[in-house]
């Protein structure tokens, strides 16, 4: 791997992010890089935001993105349309409100979404890269869909970051599958394998503008885990030690996914001390969060493949200093193969994932607070749930400091189907789903997860469920109302 | 492709039905083979449901199997847990009376959950096939998931039916995926290559038991397109002739999946009419129908995969007295590959699919009548509906005689999620989903798919709804009473 030593080869375009803004079709329709609020376009957001100009955009990125897009332009009116994942707080109250209206898809089908059409119809793509040349980038931060983006326009715009170090070259390896129904299938054979290198090439024609950075991401922040994070980490660690010594698919390792956010990254935390024998511990799964980097400190960790660094500004800091020792163990992948069904099938990847709540009868609501109001969006979510041999829910059993009950007897929306989930993971213990009918799911989850204080409406509902007959009885009049 | 001449051959184990019954544990698991209603064993169930014995078997079949099983062996109490798909009405009530427990599946998902574990721990593997030697048999009128039934078990029984005619071994494709972490990538190019042979392989230790029969499959009865089915079908043909012509995924063929049953069977008489120019058509799914045999009868079709011929009568005979012409077109896989996650991506399938109901914002209820009575299961359903590039959701605008609205403000079961679900089409039009946000959804699904008898009381409920505010607005209280 040979890191670069310039950050700008051949004859390029630079301008400055004004003009790029000036040249800007008000209701274009613009691809972003970025995923999990690192390695997102900067500048021209920011002097977009700033613009005497009304734009009225619709913007596409792989993941979360940072405050220059999901703060700055949504709160300067400058995005009509958001697709498919936020978690900032400008963003999301659009989204409630329909300010700005947004369309919530699967990370792994982004890609082809958007390239082969129908989802949207893209005029521009802007990324942010560590390097660029005149048909090729390096990206930084995160990869997500910019394979992808690069080759659905006419019109790419590279911000060239310098606040990011050109050591992360050593982590990319860009790959982008063919168009169906000529599509070949992934080369990959092992989670930590490469297969393509650390450029995404594009037509030299169609780069109309560098522009040069230098702004830090705005990253995500972990909170410390809670008492309650770690329960559910105990008792998510004693499941797996259990499952991986029973079943032969980890007969040599063990290969796990956990999902963006606090309680993931504090399970990933927890698997440090699991009792795995002499098996290597594999990661494959959607972003790197500072758990991660602990686990490779203390060689717990074999190796790791992502899309995104969603660290915390010390994890950044961290890789940042060790990038090419880091690089060892680490792989950056496009999000469609990091997310890849079949590379998850493949290689057996066990998925555990949070959610807002789930119901009686496995079905997980991961994305909308009563229903109705959207919190992030399903991310990747959905990709590991479904192609895992092994997929695990993990959440605290109530919220709102004890007052609701994260365990219901319907979700107000479903994200993941019980055909899709095996197992429920909370404080209060686990809930093996595998091979039950709904209302053998029911008792288990009631006894093994609920809090015990919402037990006994829990079993009312279940009887006057189970009274109005069928094969997963719902009493469809109190469904909704059986705190009350 | 040479046909074997004999049904026998080597030293087997030739018993009668009601010997093997003699030596069948009372709570064993038994896989059967058997898909679309053919294929299954029928002389060893009829001997279960006949024996003095009580039974209580754990029975798993690849997708739906005949009476002698579903039928005959629930009515004789001999089964205790059914997995993971069904359509006989015996089975039906004792799945919603909970006297056979009953857990739905993925079909794609199903040999894997069951060949590493977690879901069941099999027994005995009971399949029928046309022909059988020591160490190998060749399947008869489905695949379903026989290879990796025959890997699960340590005691397979086969069945050899005469009825079923030789020539079948023509059509048969058998490949089964190594395990995980080392599974290599499904090697087939094309939607009709061929990447195995006739035979499945076993063991020959554990082969127990040959028994000889010479009994039809009780396959499905189709009925005649309603006049709604047609129009539905010319409401597709419209659409799919349009988004081919615009999309670079369809250039020179155009591969599609219907659903099981008389409106998928109807939807695929429809397309001989389809003006698709010069583009080869290309059936990719799960299961061969009559109006499949119509289209290759007519030299409308390319060619075509699925795991089974799910024919009636009529189209048995005349799949059987013409194998040798319809080999050359068509290909039986595994359920595992007729329905691959990543086949599906890889040739880029058009998923049409139907649907007891679909809500406003498109999510759909395929198996829950009331939300609570399961019907048959979903099938593949989900396979190809979550990895097409394009999944359409086909269904009447309304159901018993107009009386009752299949288009719902909130699907009381969810299947299929709206990040799943490409386009929505009914008798009234079509509404395309794609890239718009739930309360876009629900003015398209509203006004191109919903019956006017019950505009008015979704606009009512919709206001409602919306009311409570948020991004996808339910309003709880009366998400399931709207039509009082």
Redesign the interface.
């Known amino acids: 791997m040979t890191i670069p030593s310039e950050r700008l080869s051949g004859d390029l375009p630079v301008v400055d992010a004004e003009s790029v803004v000036d040249q800007l079709e008000p209701d274009a329709t613009v691809l972003v890089s970025g995923f999990g609020r690192v390695g997102y376009p900067k500048a021209i957001p920011l002097a977009i935001a700033d613009a005497d100009e009304e734009f009225g955009l619709t913007v596409v990125s792989g993941g979360s993105v940072g405050d220059e897009i999901d703060e700055a332009m949504v709160e300067a009116g400058a995005i009509d349309?958001r697709?498919p994942y936020q978690s900032a707080g400008a963003v999301r109250r659009s989204?409630?409100?329909?300010t700005v209206?947004?369309?919530?898809?699967?990370i792994a089908a982004l890609a082809?979404?958007v390239q082969?059409?129908?989802?949207?119809d893209p005029d521009v793509a802007i990324v942010e890269a560590i390097a660029v040349g005149e048909d090729w980038l390096i990206p930084s931060t995160s990869i997500g869909h910019t394979p992808a983006w690069v080759e659905s326009v006419d019109q790419i715009i590279v911000e060239v970051n310098r606040a990011q170090p050109l050591e992360l070259t050593a982590f990319h390896d860009n790959y982008r599958?063919g168009?169906?129904?000529?599509?070949?299938?992934?080369?990959l054979?092992?989670?930590d394998g490469r297969i393509g290198g650390p450029r995404i090439e594009f037509d030299s024609e169609a780069l109309t503008a560098v522009v040069e950075t230098e702004t830090p991401d705005s990253p995500y922040e972990f909170r410390d885990p809670t008492d309650v994070d770690l329960e559910i980490a105990s008792n998510l660690q004693s499941f797996l030690v259990e499952e991986v010594r029973?079943?032969?698919?980890y007969d040599?390792?063990v290969?796990v996914q956990f999902g963006v956010g606090s309680l993931g990254n504090a399970l990933m935390g927890a698997l440090a001390d699991a009792d795995f024998g002499d098996r290597d511990l594999v990661y494959f799964g959607e972003v790197i969060q500072d758990g991660l980097l602990d686990l490779l400190d203390e060689n717990q960790l074999h190796a790791a493949s992502a899309t995104s660094f969603a660290l915390s500004s010390d994890g950044q800091e961290r890789l940042f200093e060790n990038a090419s020792r880091y690089a060892e163990d680490v792989v950056l992948r496009p999000a469609d193969l990091s997310n890849s069904?079949?590379l998850v099938?493949?290689?057996?990847v066990i998925a555990v994932n949070s959610a807002l709540e789930v119901d009686l009868y496995g079905?997980v609501n991961s994305t909308?607070?009563?229903?109705?109001?959207?919190l992030n969006g399903?991310g990747g979510s959905?990709d590991f749930t479904?192609?895992s041999?092994?997929s695990v829910i993990t959440l605290p059993s109530t919220a709102v400091d004890g007052d609701i009950s994260r365990i219901v007897p319907m979700a107000?929306?479903?994200?993941h189907?019980?055909?899709?989930v095996?197992v429920i993971v909370t404080e209060r213990g686990v809930a093996?789903l595998?091979?039950?009918?709904p209302?053998?799911r029911a008792r288990a989850i009631l006894e093994s997860c609920a809090h015990p204080d919402f037990e006994p409406a829990l079993e009312s509902s279940l009887e006057r469920?189970d009274a109005?007959?069928?094969?997963?009885?719902?009493d469809?009049?109190t469904?909704?109302?059986w705190q009350e």
């Open positions: 349309r697709y989204v409630n409100d329909e209206a947004f369309a919530d898809r699967h082809d979404d082969y059409g129908g989802f949207v599958p168009t169906p129904p000529n599509r070949e299938p992934v080369p054979s092992a989670p029973e079943s032969s698919l040599d390792s290969r069904p079949t099938d493949r290689f057996g079905h909308h607070v009563d229903g109705s109001r959207m399903i959905g479904r192609n041999p092994l107000p929306h479903v994200d189907t019980e055909h899709d095996d093996d595998r091979g039950t009918s209302r053998e469920a109005n007959g069928g094969h997963e009885p719902h469809l009049e469904a909704f109302s």
